[in-house]
C-alpha cells in the first residue's frame, strides 16, 4: 500500500477524518462524538480486494504524473484476482482504508 501512502502525502486535506473533531468545534458544534473503523478480511469472497483495485486504477494517472509509479507498473486488469490469491494463499488478511466520521449537534 505504498502508492497510496506516497500519493495521499500529496493530496490537500489527506487528513480530514482525524481533523472532524477540531473543525466541528470551530464550526460552533458541541463536543463531536468520532469514531474510527478499520475494517479487515482475509476471505476469499471479500469486497476488499474488488475495492483497493478499483481504488488503485482511480489514483493512477495522477500517481504517474506524479512520478509515484511508472507507466505500466501495474497491470490493474488482474490486480485484484492477484491480491485475492496472495492473501488467501497466505492464510492472511487485508485492511480496507479508515473509515471515519463524527456526529455532533450545533450549540444552541
Keep these: 500500500m505504498d502508492v497510496f501512502d506516497r500519493f495521499f502525502a500529496h493530496a490537500t486535506c489527506a487528513n480530514i477524518g482525524s481533523r472532524l473533531w477540531t473543525l466541528l468545534m470551530e464550526a460552533g458544534f458541541e463536543r463531536p462524538d468520532c469514531r474510527a473503523e478499520y475494517p479487515i478480511s482475509g476471505s476469499s469472497d471479500s469486497v476488499y480486494y474488488e475495492w483497493i483495485a478499483e481504488s488503485f486504477r ?3 494517472p495522477r500517481a504517474i504524473a506524479q512520478g509515484i509509479i511508472a507507466e505500466g507498473a501495474f497491470d ?4 485484484e ?6 492473501v488467501t494463499a497466505r492464510n492472511s488478511c487485508i485492511p480496507a482504508p479508515a473509515m471515519i466520521g463524527a456526529f455532533a449537534r450545533l450549540r444552541p
Design 58 to 60: 482511480s489514483i493512477q
Design 76 to 79: 490493474l486488469d488482474t490486480l
Design 81 to 86: 484476482q492477484r491480491l485475492r490469491e496472495d
